[in-house]
């Protein structure tokens, strides 16, 4: 007769794989960001669609310009389908025409007040427009060691240029906000790596990044915005993926022992 240590050892898989599943966030925010710059006040308008299947619990709102934060606070309950918004207003007088961008993070809680944060950016003018889309670029990774998200910087111009690049994380990861000063070369690609340590985020969950590049040419300030993603997955990634098959293959061992053990009690008997 198979030992206990045998089918306690099945059944421990069996759990430790069904425990193992990630969790599934249900609460998705779509986050729209309009700033617009009148004399020297910078007004952002903030809008909030919950587009999953449950509550947002206790909003809160920070705008963030440069070093500078304003915040406010949202709707205390937010249901599925439900919509918030907010209006939150900045000093800012630049002293250059052209592009500049603003951070947006809304932070929320789920039905038991675990703490979520999303982010998003708004792009504004002042007398002008001057955006450069090609200057930045998102690029995926994870909180893990040796495969964080990057941004990838293109100097556009034949000459040297000074870019600030500003990203701005959930408050799930540590740090949160970051700022990079880079010089790029004539037509030189730069990519930034953004090491990330995962403070509280929910493992099975993908995560947008904002990062906003800044950069003054000809006398003008120009602005690009990009999103990288994070994806916060188990830190044994080819275990997961082999889980379907650990699955059955401790369903088989389970079953095999217990058919052995029916077969040794009748010949016993």
Not at 62 to 87: F, N
Not at 256 to 265: F, I, P, Q, T
């Amino acid at each position: 007769m198979p030992s206990r240590r045998a089918i306690t050892f099945c059944l421990a898989l069996l759990a430790a794989l069904f425990w193992a599943a990630p969790a599934r966030a249900n609460i998705k925010l779509s986050i729209t960001v309009r700033p617009a710059l009148q004399g020297s006040a910078l007004t952002v308008r903030i809008g909030v669609v919950n587009q999953g299947n449950e509550a947002a619990k206790r909003l809160g709102y920070a705008v963030y310009l440069g070093e500078t934060v304003a915040r406010a606070q949202g709707a205390a309950d937010l249901p599925p389908g439900g919509r918030d918004q907010a209006e939150l207003t900045l000093p800012f007088s630049p002293t250059l025409p052209g592009g500049y961008g603003v951070g947006v993070r809304v932070d929320y809680h789920d039905i038991n007040g675990y703490p979520l944060s999303a982010v998003s950016w708004g792009l504004f003018k002042n007398q002008t427009l001057a955006i450069a889309p090609r200057l930045l670029r998102g690029r995926p990774g994870n909180p893990w060691p040796g495969k964080p998200p990057a941004f990838e910087l293109h100097n556009p111009l034949d000459s040297p240029l000074e870019v600030t690049l500003r990203v701005l994380a959930p408050a799930e990861f540590v740090p949160d906000r970051l700022t990079r000063t880079l010089t790029l070369g004539p037509r030189q690609e730069v990519r930034v790596p953004l090491e990330l340590e995962n403070r509280a985020a929910l493992v099975g969950s993908t995560y947008p990044l904002a990062g906003l590049v800044s950069y003054v040419h000809q006398g003008k300030h120009h602005i690009g915005a990009a999103q990288s993603l994070l994806s916060v997955g188990l830190l044994s990634d080819p275990l997961y993926a082999w889980r379907p098959w650990l699955w059955a293959l401790a369903g088989l061992l389970l079953a095999a022992l217990l058919a052995l053990a029916w077969v040794r009690r009748r010949r016993a008997a």
